[in-house]
């Protein structure tokens, strides 16, 4: 893969948006890429939960930070490719998680927000040309603030990411009317926590269900995952590939993985 920006987005809360960020940025660093994973979430920051085991504390410099031009993007993250003995390397950069700094974030201005969009940008030039990372992978907040905007305007394509519930689906339908259409934005839908009984369906049965939603969506489905109980109660704290490298969760995301590379 080359030098390409994924953008992880949903329109409401709890679609899956981290731990599908999290796990395929480890599966591909599994399979030798150079990572970075950024946390753009910075109204419910979610990263330094689940790496905080694996990194040194105190963090001396958040995400926050760099929107906000107080370091580079180069102190911010933290490679964490040892802790997970993989191939290529992963590197993290955190929003921070305290409530003073969400506050800080969340009462910026308009002008604030447009002006962040560019600090993004010049992301590119950093992580590729100077880094030399194959691909970053943005963890979005829901919806379509400027926060989460942002991270889908300067990504090559975002994976929108969506449960079966009716509230979903049609979130996704007006966020894609309203918005995406409007910057022509590449993006792609991952149908995530669909009926456990997915697993046991034919090629067919499962093909139906994606071209009844490509309908929906007017936009490529690009995998089906469904809920897995144990993936709903793994531990918060740690990514899943960690705990079970041959969970079949890990499967689907591998696919998905090579389908985004040749997007
Ligand atoms: N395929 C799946 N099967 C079962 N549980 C899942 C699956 N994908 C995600 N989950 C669970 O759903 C919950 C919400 O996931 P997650 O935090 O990744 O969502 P999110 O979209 O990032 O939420 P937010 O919008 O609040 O940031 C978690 O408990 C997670 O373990
Ligand atoms: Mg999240």
Known sequence: MREKIIA???????????????????????EGLNIALLDLDFR???????FSEGIK????????DFMLDR?????????????YSLDGKLLIGLANPTIEAIRNMMGRSRA?????????????TSIFNEMHMDCCIFDTSPGIQYSSINGVVSSDVTVIVTTLDSLDIE???????????????????LMNKVFPQTRMWSDNERNELITKMQRVFKRPIIG???????????????????ENPSHPFLKDLQEVGKKLENI
């Not at 992880?8 to 599994?30: D, E």
């Not at 996704?172 to 839908?189: C, G, H, R, T």
């Open 112 to 124: 604030w927000e447009v002006a962040a969009a560019k600090k993004l940008f010049s992301v590119r």
């Open 71 to 83: 370091c580079e993007i180069g102190q911010v993250l933290i490679d964490v490719s040892d802790k």
């Open 8 to 30: 992880i987005h949903s329109s409401r809360g709890g679609t899956g948006k981290t731990t599908i960020a999290v796990n395929l940025a480890l599966t591909y660093a599994h």
């Open 224 to 242: 089906v995952i469904p809920c897995y109980c144990d993936v709903l109660e793994a531990n918060r704290d740690s990514p899943l590939i960690a």
């Open 171 to 189: 979130g996704v339908k007006n966020m894609l009317v309203e918005f995406y259409d409007e910057f022509e934005k590449k993006s792609v839908i």
């Open 44 to 50: 419910a920051p979610s990263l330094f939960g689940v």
């Open 57 to 64: 504390k105190p963090v001396k410099c958040w995400l926050n």
